[in-house]
């Protein structure tokens, strides 16, 4: 079965520096999808970013992007510029074609002011 | 509404009783997912529907759990005789697009979700 790692119980960021939060993934699959999630205290689970196995281009959404290593089975996410209300819990998910999402445990968030 | 809705946000049962949880999707959302998230956890998938038909259900823990969608608007994750153990909160997502989707209109919605609590 799939399984997504997500290390880093908890990270902290000062407001306006850039942090990276950590995600492997174990697959046999070629062709697969992975994702971003955050979820703020009030737990309506938002989409940050989306990235296809099969694009080889590191996907970016504004002060988010991600460093895609396929080989490792590697997916972090990077936040530039960190705001306040960046605070949340992140969870990394992985999904096949034409299957359900498997999440990670998640990455508490915070950041300081 | 603009987004996916859930009822109650907070449940608190007895051990032994039933609850049902409703999932409000975006209107016109062909897929609708339950997820189960206890705490500090990443959410656990349940079962998927398409429109009405429930296509997989390799998720649910026990017999207790039961999901319909009947009319494939309006879910409802219904669980029996709870236990302790099903203590955590209960997602619904819902997605444009089939299961088989691969494009950015398969993106899942989530609901703010229901916090159960089997005292």
């Known amino acids: 079965a799939q399984t997504v790692t997500q290390s880093q119980p908890e990270m902290s960021v000062q407001e306006a520096e850039t942090v990276t939060l950590s995600c492997t993934y174990d697959?046999?699959?070629?062709?697969?999808?992975l994702f971003w999630y955050k979820q703020p205290p009030s737990r309506q689970m938002i989409l940050v970013i989306r990235q296809e196995a099969y694009k080889q281009q590191n996907a970016t959404e504004n002060r988010f992007s991600v460093n895609f290593q396929k080989a490792a089975k590697s997916f972090s996410l990077k936040i530039s510029d960190s705001q306040l209300g960046d605070a949340a819990m992140y969870f990394c998910?992985?999904?096949?074609?034409?299957?359900?999402?498997?999440f990670g445990a998640g990455t508490i968030l915070r950041v300081k002011s | 509404g603009a987004g996916v809705s859930q009822s109650p946000r907070y449940k608190v049962a007895k051990r032994g009783q039933d609850v049902a949880l409703r999932c409000d999707p975006i209107s016109g959302h062909v897929s609708l997912f339950w997820y189960q998230q206890a705490l500090g956890q990443g959410p656990e998938f349940l079962t998927y529907f398409q429109n009405e038909a429930q296509l997989d259900k390799s998720g649910l823990p026990s017999d207790r759990f039961f999901a319909e969608r009947p009319e494939g608007s309006v879910s409802t994750l219904k669980i029996q005789r709870t236990q302790q153990e099903d203590s955590a909160v209960y997602l619904c997502?819902?997605?444009?697009?089939?299961?088989?989707?691969?494009?950015?209109?398969?993106?899942?919605?989530f609901g703010p979700g229901t916090r159960l609590t089997v005292l």
């Open positions: 998910a992985y999904k096949e074609y034409g299957n359900k999402l498997v």
């Open positions: 697959t046999s699959e070629s062709d697969y999808y």
């Open positions: 997502a819902s997605s444009l697009e089939s299961f088989m989707g691969s494009g950015p209109n398969n993106e899942q919605f």
